[in-house]
């Protein structure tokens, strides 16, 4: 679902403010994708227990908020995936953006809780390396 790291010719390319104007659907997403992670987390030694004793009848009262949880995950991820945007990181809640710059590709950078896009870097580099934008306004 995720794109190659080194992607050259992106799907959607978009400009500053394009970017900013999906924050609020982002954290939307985001935000759903971490409480699904979370709850995997804490029902995940049952869920295993469960399914390796599934030929005996298996089943766990954690099941359904485990399911609900991964197909919570997959839909928002999916979601964001539709929208050109990609995750980096779930934990950071950390997304690129495709971006020309100077003529190439780069990656608008954004972590949940940003107000707003600010940063960006090389489609080869990642979150350490970002830099401010400076005299950008696309």
């Not at 997403?29 to 029902?43: A, D, F, P, Y």
Request: aromatic content about 8%; glycine content about 8%.
């Amino acid at each position: 679902m995720a794109r190659d790291e080194n992607e050259t010719s992106p799907g959607r390319v978009f400009s500053v403010f394009e970017a900013n104007q999906l924050i609020p659907q982002l954290q939307l997403h985001l935000s759903t994708i971490q409480e699904g992670k979370t709850v995997l987390m804490r029902t995940r030694t049952e869920a295993r227990y469960a399914s390796a004793n599934a030929c005996f009848g298996g089943g766990t009262p954690a099941g359904a908020s485990y399911v609900k949880s991964i197909q919570d995950i997959s839909t928002n991820l999916h979601a964001i995936h539709e929208m050109g945007v990609v995750v980096k990181d779930i934990d950071l809640g950390l997304c690129d953006f495709p971006h020309i710059r100077e003529g190439r590709v780069v990656y608008l950078c954004w972590k949940l809780g940003e107000k707003e896009i600010r940063w960006w870097h090389e489609v080869t580099t990642g979150y350490k390396d970002r830099r401010p934008i400076e005299g950008d306004p696309t």
